[in-house]
Structures are given as C-alpha cells and as structure tokens.
C-alpha cells in the first residue's frame, strides 16, 4: 500500500470513529460522510475509491466534470455554488446538487436534466437539496426562509427534480448549532407536509459536531479526509 493511500486509509477510519462517536454522544443515528475532494488530484480520489468509497464531492464544476469523466465508478455530488449557464453541465455529471439556491437554478436544472435524457447522458432524475440562507448573504448562496416554500414548490413540480432535503452552511459570526436546529426543523417541517422523508446536509470538519447533535443526515468533510489541499 502506497504512504498516500495509507494516510487516507487512517484519515477515513479516524473520521469515521469520530461522527460515530459524537452521534453516540447525541443519541442520534451516525450521518452519512460525504468526503469533499475539491483541489485534490484524480488520483487521491481514485484511491479513495479503492478504500470503498463510492460518493464524493466538489465545489466547482469544471474541476467536477473532468474528474467524473476520469473516474466513472464514483458518484460525484455538486456542492458549491452554481452558475446557471453551467446547469447544463452539472445536469450530466451530478449524482446530487446540494446548492439549489434560487428558482432561476431550478428552472436552469430541470431543462438541465431534460435535454441531459434526451442526448442520453443521464438516466434518472437529479436529485436536489435547497441551500437555505440564513442571514441574506447572497455572496454565499442560498434562499432566505421566506421564499423556502416557493422554491420547494418549484422543485416538486418539476419532472426531472426530486427535492432530497436542505443544506445550510452556518455564517462565520453565527451560533452553528442554532443555526442547524432551526433548519432541522424546516426540514421535519417540509417531511411532514409532503409525507415523505427529507435529508438535511450539514456540517464540515469545523462545525461537525453541532450539526451532528442538531440531526445532520449527511456531512461533509474535506480536510480531516483529504488533508491539507495541494500548493500549485
């Protein structure tokens, strides 16, 4: 086994141990890890694969879309802000979007989607979570709670979307776990009016544990994983 591929064996295995721990400490079912690999080579991520992993993230599209295209065993999923001439693209690669933030992207991705079917690039629906912002920060990306609903509406109507839940990254000056209860709730909230079960994306390697107690379905962590990101 190379020394890199060792060094992510342990990092993985430590993370791991880790949301296992604090969801013990919680009482809460452990989260799904979602290893962000933004920066990193094609060749880290392939290893990671070696290790079982099988979904992974990114932040931004070109770099996504080369590395899908490199490495079709793996799922990648679009975390990072999307502008929407590039709907299009991430339509092909994405196996989630975790960064729906604004009706104009969800009418950007459905036609996405659709063309996406019809050239025969892409099989099933794309699902979605909505970025909720919680302080009006458009510079970071997300939907204020007050247009939440007609954005959800907007997904649920469309033919090629499936809501999968909400994601929030909490501002820098902000009460994380506040912050992650409240959209938790919003989450149960929209589960119950739709009568289907809603995931919450939340937490990165700083604020992992506040939104492991607050009831985070799925994490996602880059440098506890990953390491530091490469210089150059």
Do not use: C, Y
């Not at 290893?35 to 094609?42: E, G, I, R, S, Y």
């Amino acid at each position: 086994m190379s020394d890199r591929k060792a060094q992510l064996e342990h990092n993985l295995s430590d993370t791991r141990a880790e949301i296992e721990r604090l969801a013990a400490q919680s009482g809460r079912k452990p989260p799904q890890l979602l290893p962000v690999t933004k920066f990193h080579p094609a060749a880290d991520i392939s290893l990671l694969a070696d290790l079982g992993v099988t979904d992974v993230a990114e932040n931004r599209e070109q770099e996504a879309r080369a590395k899908a295209a490199e490495l079709p065993q793996l799922r990648f999923h679009m975390i990072g802000q999307i502008q929407t001439k590039k709907a299009n693209h991430v339509a092909r690669w994405a196996a989630s979007v975790h960064s729906l933030d604004s009706l104009k992207l969800a009418h950007a991705l459905e036609r996405g989607v659709s063309l996406a079917k019809e050239r025969g690039e892409r099989e099933g629906n794309l699902p979605v979570f909505i970025q909720v912002s919680v302080d009006g920060d458009g510079a970071r990306g997300g939907v204020t709670p007050d247009v939440l609903d007609e954005v959800v509406r907007a997904v649920e109507d469309a033919q090629h979307l499936e809501l999968a839940g909400l994601m929030v990254v909490p501002p820098l000056d902000a009460d994380a776990g506040e912050v992650f209860r409240n959209v938790r709730g919003e989450v149960d909230r929209l589960s119950s009016e739709l009568n289907r079960p809603l995931k919450f994306s939340a937490g990165m390697s700083a604020d992992m544990a506040e939104a492991i107690a607050a009831g985070s379905d799925i994490v996602r962590v880059g440098t506890s994983i990953m390491g530091p990101r490469p210089v150059g």
